[in-house]
């Protein structure tokens, strides 16, 4: 999946749905000039994602909790 998304050093990202790892990843292959921003929509997730995210040194990685709403049709 990364290698498929043609990552660029410096680029900036959004990551939907985030456990930590894959914005790790990411933010490994962007270098220190680029930027990750990871949201979910699970608070305990998100969290979870932060706290390994900073033990980890991924400064650059922003995190979010969103809140999204399905209707029906």
Same mark, same amino acid.
């Given at each position: 999946?990364l290698h498929a998304a043609?990552?660029?050093? $410096?680029?900036? %990202?959004?990551?939907? #749905?985030? $456990?930590?790892?894959?914005? =790790?990843?990411? =933010?490994?292959?962007? $270098?220190? #000039? #680029?930027? %990750?921003? !990871?949201?979910?929509?699970?608070?305990? %997730?998100?969290? &979870? =994602? &932060? !706290? !390994?995210?900073? &033990?980890?040194?991924? @400064?650059? %990685? !922003?995190? &979010?909790?969103?809140?999204?709403v399905m209707r029906r @049709?």
């Open positions: 999946m043609h990552l660029q050093l $410096g680029a900036r %990202v959004l990551e939907v #749905g985030s $456990g930590g790892y894959n914005a =790790a990843l990411i =933010a490994d292959i962007l $270098g220190p #000039g #680029g930027t %990750v921003a !990871t949201v979910d929509i699970d608070a305990a %997730v998100i969290d &979870r =994602a &932060r !706290t !390994t995210l900073d &033990r980890a040194g991924h @400064r650059q %990685v !922003t995190s &979010r909790m969103v809140y999204a @049709r």
